[in-house]
């Protein structure tokens, strides 16, 4: 039995698909939101990472549990809900794994786990993570999280970490942050783009080197997974080169950005949407590394990302195929 948690996330789901598609007696376990894919084979039970009771019913058992399950917000004032998510809700992951005997847990952290700086030289898993420092909520929340997986391995737990660098492609639901740039994109609703950019991977790429870590991954070890740094403006580019649409030509400096930033919250806010950027956004795209390595899932996962232009166009296209481009 396949347990996974944040079933009904982005990459939560393109997974769920995948361990069926394979054949895997499959435990999908979303918080709130129904399942969203019905197949033989998956089975779909409601669970709350802060609620360590429900996670030993759900990992009854399983043989692997990949834990999915996380809050990802841009905004400053979610910086409480995502530290209980994402740290104490992983500790809760730990002791149910523990006490329901798991195989092996893959758990998802995020290259914000790492610190970016120097932003001149190479971030592997070597890399220190993002302590103390002024740092955006969600860094802080993800490279805790990661200590409460080690604190587990040090327990006697199998489990592998993977970071993924910023995901994109089809089956976007949600659609996330980074879906909902192309989908404003294609509706002409970005009015200009804002100067800096980040590492990239294919949601399919992520899913492929999950399902290798689950036999082929050292415990105890971090899987950085990553594609190649793309400024904003060239990832508007490559929409404009999928569906025909023009791009903002005008690109914001970083400095005008940060002071705008509050107007643009407030103007959000007014209009009950969720923000176009804010300063933990900005601060993403302006303190990105641009030299992300994936070497060690690449020798060891078999990992081999493509171009992101190809994750662009299906990213496009999928939207289209499922109206979410309408509006």
Known sequence: MKVVTGATGYIGGVLVRALADRGDSVRAVPHERPGIFDA??????????????????????????????SLVSIEPRMADAMRAVNVAGARNVVEAALECGVRRLVHFSSIRAYDQFPLDEVLD?????????????????????????????????DAVILN???????????PTGVGQF??????????????????????????????????????GENYILGGRWHSVPELARLSEAVTGVPVPRVVCPIALARFWAPFQIAWDRLHARPPLYTPDALHHISRSNRRVSSARARDELGFAPRPVRDSVRDAVRWFEENGKLAG
Do not use: N, Q
Request: charged fraction near 30%.
């Open 40 to 69: 033989p084979g998956v089975e779909w039970v409601r669970g709350d990472v802060l609620d360590r009771d429900s996670m030993v019913a759900a990992f009854r058992d399983a043989d692997v549990v990949f834990h999915l399950a």
């Open 125 to 157: 898993e070597s890399r220190g993570r993002v302590g103390a420092l002024p740092r955006p909520a969600y860094d802080r929340s993800k490279a805790l999280g990661e200590d409460e997986i080690r604190h587990g391995v040090e327990r006697g737990l």
């Open 164 to 174: 993924p660098t910023g995901v994109l492609g089809p089956y976007d639901r949600g």
């Open 182 to 219: 192309f989908v404003d994109l294609r509706r002409r609703r970005v009015p200009m783009l804002i100067a800096g950019g980040f590492d990239c991977v294919d949601v399919r790429d992520v899913v492929g080197a999950t399902l290798a870590a689950e036999t082929r991954g050292r415990s």
